[in-house]
Each structure stands twice: as C-alpha cells, then as structure tokens.
C-alpha cells in the first residue's frame, strides 16, 4: 500500500497551538482524515477533508491540505489538557478503505 | 449516533485454538472493515465488506478469514490462533462510498486479543 508518515511525538503546552503534520504519496485519495485514540480506546473520528478543498475548520480544529505537496495538517487552538492522545492521520481510496500513518503521540503540558 | 460494537474487549487464547471476533453496527452500512492496530504500524486492513457475504482481502490477509452473513455483522476468523496474532482488532463500518458522499467511517471500541 500507500505511504502515509507522520511525526512520532509531539509536547505542547497548555494553551498553545499544537499543530501535527502528515505526507501522504496516494494522489488518487478522495478523503483524507484525523482520528483521535485515547489509552485502551478505539478511533474517535475528528475531522476529514475532501482531496477537492485546501481548508477545513471544525471548532478549535483546523485541517489544511496542500494536495501538490501531498501535505496534511491538524493544528488544535488553546490545547488542552484533555486533548492528550494519539492522532492518526489517515487517507482513503475509493471504496472507503483506509491507509494509516503510525500516529502522533501528543502530551499537553501544564 | 452511530454505534459499531465488537464484542469482546479483551481476550486471551491459546495458541492454536479458534478465534471469533464479532463487530455489529446499527446504521444499515454497507461497508464494513477489519483493521489491526500494533504500536509503531498504526492501523493495517485485514479485510473488508461492501455487501452481504462479499469480502476484499486487504493489506494484511493471511491468517484470518471473514464472514458477513448479514449486512450489520461482521465477524473476524482466526482459524488457528497464533502469538503474533496478539493486538488490538478495531471493526470500522462506513456507507457505500458514491462520490463527494459515504465518507464517514466510524470505528468500534477494539478488541485486545493476546495469545498465550
């Protein structure tokens, strides 16, 4: 399958703004997506974009998509405390399925 | 709200014995898929659904067999377990995928499986 990389780890503080970057290599993929996994959970669904758009806000959620740099990004306004989790960055091909990167591990500090 | 439910949230087998996963949703979608979460390799496909006793090998086959009988289960087969079959199953359900629509997909809450 398709290659999607993002960073391991990310330490931010409480407040800030986290921002957690993601390639991908497939240009044919229709959505591409942000999941949240807290300890012993399964996959909250955050937010996903259409390959079409090059921005999408949700709340304190923004999605930017550079489609020639294949080139996603989640940045979270005034992080917070329980916004600690593993963030996958995924994208999907035509039928739904989807290819995942490894996840960013993000802790909020006080 | 959606809801996709896998039964079991922690097992433990014994190596070489059978294993059912079971995964229900309760939306009417048509696809269903069968992911394998194991730290460092993020989540890879096992195998997936788009109808009624229609199966996809995806990335990660071998090993496991599926089975949709009906349109809200979906059940995850291991034929004889073994110990690097140990992680976290996750069942994922979405509508048909037609264009700018079905781009929803919901996951369960996973299953531990350890093989001993």
Known sequence: ?110 | DVKVTQSSRYLVKRTGEKVFLECVQDMDHENMFWYRQDPGLGLRLIYFSYDVKMKEKGDIPEGYSVSREKKERFSLILESASTNQTSMYLCASSPLWRGTSGNTIYFGEGSWLTVV
């Open chain 1, 1 to 110: 399958g398709e290659d999607v990389e993002q960073s391991l780890f990310l330490s931010v503080r409480e407040g800030d703004s986290s921002v957690i970057n993601c390639t991908y290599t497939d240009s044919s993929s229709t959505y591409l997506y942000w999941y949240k996994q807290e300890p012993g959970a399964g996959l909250q669904l955050l937010t996903y974009i259409f390959s079409n758009m090059d921005m999408k806000q949700d709340q304190r959620l923004t999605v930017l998509l550079n489609k020639k740099d294949k080139h996603l990004s989640l940045r979270i306004a005034d992080t917070q405390t329980g916004d600690s989790a593993i963030y996958f960055c995924a994208e999907a091909d035509s039928w739904g399925k989807l290819q995942f990167g490894a996840g960013t591990q993000v802790v909020v500090t006080p």
